[in-house]
């Protein structure tokens, strides 16, 4: 099961690291530590030097109430980062958005994955990643970043998880983009509670029946807070825990901030998964 992203092939079978590199000041982990361009190029080079496979990079932040981003703002935030390491490091850049002109833009520039965590649904979106003919990761969502976490209601989470992945592969495709370029993201936090997070999570190789490799983001997440009682900077070894549990049930990509000990779990699990 290859994929291939601006040249780069990988083999999706197995689990692949993908690093958070957010170029925003107000993201909710890491939010102003990377927003210049020499600090956000010397954290993509420690990421890749630890592992990374990708590195995904954002320009708009989506936590609840973040400030609205114009699109020349965030193309002045992603480029020249997108520009810079994609040219210096062998590295698949992902370009995290869901504006159809910085998808272009990105592209141009050396992304070979687009992230939308609004599933392609602004308008222009999809005909903008049909156009940039890479691979594009489909995020399911309820409601919008600004409110998703107010009340997200479910009669079965995975059930409607699944349906709402399938309508918009299928946008997708009718659009134009190829079946074999698309990633799913079941959306973790993005409109759920805990308990749907973790229903999520029990039941994520039955997401695989969709016929699409698989991207899981739970690193640091308040999910986990809630379970560990931990505070955001205190959350690796849930993380790791999060990823671990993802690799071993068939997610091709887990998207972390702490690459180099993600990286070592997951070769962990690779290696017993292997055996089977």
């Known amino acids: 099961m290859e994929m291939k992203f601006a040249g780069r092939v990988l083999d999706m079978s197995r689990c692949h690291v ?38 995904d990079v954002g ?29 210096q490091l062998d590295v698949i850049v992902s370009v995290d958005t869901s504006t159809p002109e910085v998808m272009a833009e990105a592209v141009r520039q050396g992304a070979g994955l687009i992230n939308d965590v609004r599933a392609l649904q602004r308008d222009g979106a999809v005909a903008a990643a049909a156009g940039a003919g890479v691979p594009v990761c489909i995020m399911h969502i309820q409601g919008e970043p600004e409110t998703m976490q107010d009340r997200p209601t479910y009669r079965n989470v995975l059930r409607e998880v699944s349906e709402f992945l399938a309508r918009r592969i299928h946008a997708a495709e009718q659009a134009g983009v190829s079946s074999e370029n ?83 779990a997951v070769r962990v699990a690779m290696a017993v998964k292997e055996t089977v």
Do not use: W, Y
């Open 18 to 55: 993908m690093g958070v590199l957010n170029v925003t000041p107000d993201s909710f982990s890491d939010g102003g530590r990377f927003n210049k361009l020499d600090a956000a190029l010397l954290k993509a080079r420690q990421m890749f030097s630890d592992g990374a496979a990708f590195i």
């Open 59 to 87: 320009g708009e932040s989506t936590r609840p109430g973040a400030a609205k981003v114009s699109v020349q703002e965030e193309l002045d935030r992603v480029c020249p980062v997108i520009d810079a390491v994609s040219r």
């Open 182 to 264: 698309i990633i799913l993201d079941p959306g973790f936090g993005f409109g759920k509670n805990l308990e749907h997070n973790l229903r999520l999570l029990a039941s994520l190789e039955q997401l695989q029946m969709l016929g699409h490799p698989l991207l899981v983001g739970m690193s640091r997440k308040s999910m986990l807070g809630q379970i560990t009682g931990r505070e955001v900077d205190e959350r690796l070894p849930a993380s790791l825990a999060a990823a671990t549990i993802s690799a071993m049930k068939g997610a091709s990509i887990v998207r972390v901030h702490d690459v180099r000990e993600t990286v070592d």
